[in-house]
């Protein structure tokens, strides 16, 4: 089995960055087996915070493509328009703990990463133990790497994504 079938398998559907990727198949094996570890494994995160990171990062790195995937996603775990609204212009969440989670984002999608210990500290005041918060770290780590991708592939975005809340 081709890896793009492996992930229509996993996924139900094959996004356009995988396709773009599958020229290079263990590449993309190896891409998708990340994205499946820091977006999708059980336990630690919760799937609300890491699709936050996910858009949180997309949106510090500018990447219109990972953005309209993981608004979706985020919508499904409960966010309203205003909420998706606010992340995307960059002002602050009305949730603490998301604001949390936004400024994590955008201190390891900053050109030279900024220390997150303040950062680490926030967090931990809203429960996210040491597992939790590395997955935090893993999942922004890992986007920048989707980001840069999508964006130097120039993947163009697939029918039916939410265009921004205001769009």
Known sequence: MDALDEIAAARGHVSNLWRALAEDEPFLRAAFRLY????RVPGGLPPRDRELL???????????????????????????????????????LADPRDEALRG?????????????ASHRL????????DLAFQQAVQVCAAYALF??????LETPL???FLQPPGA
């Open 147 to 152: 980001n840069r991708l999508a964006l130097a």
């Open 158 to 160: 697939e029918p039916g």
């Open 104 to 116: 994590l984002a955008n201190a390891l999608a900053a050109p030279a990463a900024a220390p997150v």
């Open 54 to 92: 996910c858009l949180a990062t997309s949106v510090a790195n500018r990447c219109a493509y990972c953005a309209a995937h993981h608004r979706r996603h985020l919508r499904r775990e409960g966010f309203s328009d205003d909420q998706l609204a606010r992340l995307e212009r960059g002002e602050a």
């Open 36 to 39: 499946e570890s820091a977006i």
């Open 122 to 129: 926030a967090l931990r005041s809203f429960g996210l133990d």
